[in-house]
C-alpha cells in the first residue's frame, strides 16, 4: 500500500475542519453524533483522508457506545495499531496505514470471533454503497 504524505495546508484544502480535526489533530466527535453510529447500508468504509478501505458493512455492528463499532478491519495491514497513553488513560490508538490518519481506538470488547471492537469516528470514514467482501457474522455483543 502507497503511502500518501501531504503537508499541512494540503490536508486542510483536502478535509474538512472536522474531518481535519479528527484525522490530523487525534480528535474526537461527541458520542451518537457521528453520521455512521446507526448507518446500516451495506458497502466498504474508506479512509476520508486518503480513500484506503479500512472497514466493512459486514462487520460493523451497534455497540451502543455511539461510535460506528466494527469487529475486525478489512485488511489488517490498512489499520496501524499504537499505544495512546493520553487524556490519563492507556488505550490503543488505530490510524489509517496509507495516510496516517487517526481513526479511533481498538477495545478488547467486542464480539467473538475476534473480541475487538474498532470503535471509530465518523468523520474519518466515507461510505461506498455496494456488496462488501463476505464476512463471518459475529455472534451478538454483549451490552456495556
Aim: hydrophobic share 30%; glycine share 10%.
Amino acid at each position: 500500500m502507497a503511502k500518501v504524505t501531504k503537508t499541512d495546508e494540503e490536508w486542510r484544502k483536502l478535509l474538512t475542519p472536522e474531518q481535519y480535526h479528527i484525522l490530523r489533530e487525534k480528535g474526537t466527535e461527541p458520542a451518537f453524533s457521528g453520521r455512521y453510529d446507526k448507518f446500516s447500508e451495506k458497502g466498504v468504509y474508506r479512509c476520508a483522508g486518503c480513500g484506503a478501505v479500512l472497514f466493512t458493512s459486514d462487520a460493523k455492528y451497534d455497540s451502543g457506545c455511539g461510535w460506528p463499532a466494527y469487529w475486525k478491519a478489512a485488511d489488517p495491514k490498512a489499520i496501524v495499531e499504537t499505544v495512546d497513553t493520553s487524556h490519563g488513560m492507556v488505550r490503543t490508538e488505530i490510524t489509517c496505514a496509507r495516510c496516517g490518519g487517526h481513526l479511533g481506538h481498538v477495545f478488547p470488547d467486542g464480539p467473538r470471533p475476534t473480541g475487538l471492537r474498532y470503535c471509530v469516528n465518523s468523520a474519518s470514514l466515507e461510505f461506498e454503497a455496494g456488496k462488501p467482501k463476505a464476512a463471518s457474522r459475529p455472534e451478538a455483543a454483549p451490552k456495556p
